[in-house]
């Protein structure tokens, strides 16, 4: 009577190598905080330093300073993330054992979730 079924695995084997096994987590990681310390930082920078209230002044809606962070920072994460993934699959020569588009889209959603959760670090500091 058991309630754990334990089959073969779906995608690659029973006895994988330790770095195929933790990679993906270390890259998401990875992403994750970069995407999350270079939006939170950034965004708490110009605010002490008085740009954003000058540009407010200036008459730039708060809704297009929000979109030319998203945009600038979004551009940084996908440059981070191509690296990221070069140097994982080609230099180190790790398998990507699935689709590596859609590790790719998982990479930069993950990549967005470290953004917003920058954004939010910045605003509550």
Known sequence: ???????DPLLGDEDTDFREFI???IIALAIFFLAMALTSESFIAERSQGLLERSWIMGV???EILTSYILSQFMVM???????????????????RG????FAVLT???GLAGMSFGFFLSTVC
């Open 23 to 25: 990679t993906p987590g």
């Open 108 to 110: 930069l959603f993950q």
């Open 61 to 63: 809606l708060p809704v």
């Open 1 to 7: 009577l058991s309630m754990i079924t334990i089959t």
């Open 78 to 96: 996908v440059v981070q993330a191509v690296i990221t993934l070069v140097t994982v699959f080609l230099i180190f020569q790790l398998p990507c």
């Open 99 to 102: 689709p590596i588009a859609w």
